[in-house]
């Protein structure tokens, strides 16, 4: 985000007035895009002065930067929360794997992250800070606290993996390329097509396994 347009944001995690700012802007950004949309705007869905809006964060940037934050943070809490305890309780390869796509899953299913990724996709173009800003707040932390517990269980020998940022990529990739891609390319009918979610996720391990686990003698 160009430096020159964001403002140090005060303290607003609690602030009812910052919740309902960023609830509206989810709702209109997604509606409008972002050149559809300004602080007059967001102050009215959200039942403030534009003022307001401004007080609270300095500009549409930052309002959006704050908005795709949010949008990330439910599964880069779950993702880093399960990742942690790796090291602290091994646990199988194939239950970790498993445990993540699950979250990769409920996070496409349960949040706006369809319409997210279309709108980042579309403002990039002239907006290339928005497609940074969108991977910095949430795949990049993500990717690194996977590679992370993956660089934890190739120390515990449970799997052998010398580039775990490299499998980190390859495993969501397996699993991304059917849980998401298609529906941000609206493929419509083909959805139908997909295999099911569960047999995606065991065949995406199995086949991460067969290039980084650890075989018996």
Known sequence: MPRTKRKQIKDV?????????????????????????NLEHVGRAAGVSRQTVYNLFGSKEAVFHEVMKRHWDTVRRETASAFAAVEQTPTS?????????????????????????????????QRPWIA?????????????????ALAAMARQRM????????????????????????????????????????????????????RYGVRPR
Not at 13 to 37: I, P, Q, T, Y
Not at 132 to 148: L, M, T
């Open 132 to 148: 940074d800003e969108f991977y910095r707040c949430g795949k990049e932390p993500i990717v690194k606290g996977f590679a992370a």
């Open 93 to 125: 390869p194939a239950a970790c794997l498993r445990s993540f796509a699950r979250a990769l899953l409920r996070f496409v299913e349960e949040t706006d992250q369809v319409a997210f990724t279309r709108l980042v996709i579309a403002e990039s173009r």
């Open 159 to 210: 799997i052998l993996c010398a580039q775990p940022e490299l499998a980190a990529h390859q495993f969501m990739g397996l699993v991304q390329e059917f849980v998401i891609w298609p529906r941000v390319m609206a493929i419509g009918k083909g959805l139908a097509d997909l295999p099911d979610n569960d047999l995606v996720i065991e065949e995406a391990i199995a086949m991460f396994l067969s």
């Open 13 to 37: 995690s609690e602030s009812a007035s910052s919740r309902a700012v960023l609830d509206a802007a989810h709702r209109l950004f997604l509606k409008a895009g972002f050149d559809g949309v």
